[in-house]
């Protein structure tokens, strides 16, 4: 965990290991295949099974990311957490503490809480930030389809957080018409990667980035995704995540980042 291969972060860090399945964009969860093959979680994947703290130095890693950008000047993002959730209420609260605790001593990081349980965020923000939430806190919850957009997209816009955000991603169907008023600050929209990946229609990601971008807020296309279609038939383009951009088409071509202190 450290330098990020993820587009829109520059660092990945996780405070722990472990999750539980609890949307269908859980299905093909990448974490919890890696946890299969690789045994890091002493009995896997699910409700019950316990989760898996890191090391003390992968914890100290952040201050050194922090050092170096009060040097250089240049802010940095944290995405946290890749490997498990954030607001999992079967992660011990002592660890979000502890999370909380790291994110006041780094303020040159911003830290990108992506959730999908966003339902539990302010009342665990408020047990982790009893002075209030710093500036430095991005929260974000992953909105894959329209139900979880009219469920999840009112509890995001009830956090604190100075900039909040979605990753629809993976985008499993076209979205609809949003409220305005449940538009975030920043849209994250990619299709599905791996080899299980379910397609997304070029259509979905066009309009949700139309009707985003109209409203304010800034849009970042990560990829295609391993199966896009277009109109039902599949789109062509080079093997692997669809993360070429000169493949996509040119209303899709758009990766903005939300305005930073
Ligand atoms: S919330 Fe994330 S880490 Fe947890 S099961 Fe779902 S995809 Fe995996």
Do not use: H
């Not at 990946?197 to 849009?219: F, H, Q, Y």
């Amino acid at each position: 965990m450290a330098e990020s291969t993820i587009e829109w972060t520059d660092f990945t860090f996780n405070g722990w290991i472990g999750c539980t399945r609890i949307s269908p964009g859980c299905d093909n969860c990448y974490a919890a295949a890696q946890d299969k093959f690789r045994g890091w979680t002493a009995e896997g994947w699910g409700s019950g099974k316990p989760r898996r703290r890191t090391s003390e130095g992968n914890w100290r890693q952040p201050l050194r990311w922090n050092a170096k950008a009060a040097v250089t000047g240049m802010r940095a993002r944290v995405f946290c957490s890749s490997l498990a959730d954030v607001f999992d209420n079967e992660a011990p609260d002592a660890w979000r503490t502890d999370l909380a605790q790291l994110i006041l001593l780094t303020p040159m990081l911003d830290w990108q809480l992506l959730t999908k349980r966003i339902g539990n965020a302010n009342r665990m923000l408020e047990a982790m930030f009893p002075c209030g939430l710093p500036d430095n806190v991005w929260i974000g919850a992953t909105i894959v389809n329209r139900e979880e957009l009219l469920r999840d997209g009112p509890k995001l816009m009830a956090t604190p957080a100075r900039v909040r955000f979605w990753s629809a991603e993976p985008l499993l169907e076209d979205l609809g018409e949003i409220p305005r008023d449940l538009i975030p600050d920043w849209v994250i929209v990619g299709g599905e990667s791996g080899p299980r990946a379910r397609p997304m229609d070029v259509a979905w990601a066009e309009s949700l980035l139309r009707r985003c971008t109209t409203s304010g807020a800034k849009v970042f296309m990560k990829q295609l995704g391993a199966k896009p279609q277009k109109s039902g038939e599949g789109y062509e383009k080079s093997r692997g995540k669809g993360a070429v951009m000169i493949e996509w088409p040119r209303s899709l071509r758009v990766r903005q980042m939300p305005a930073t202190a």
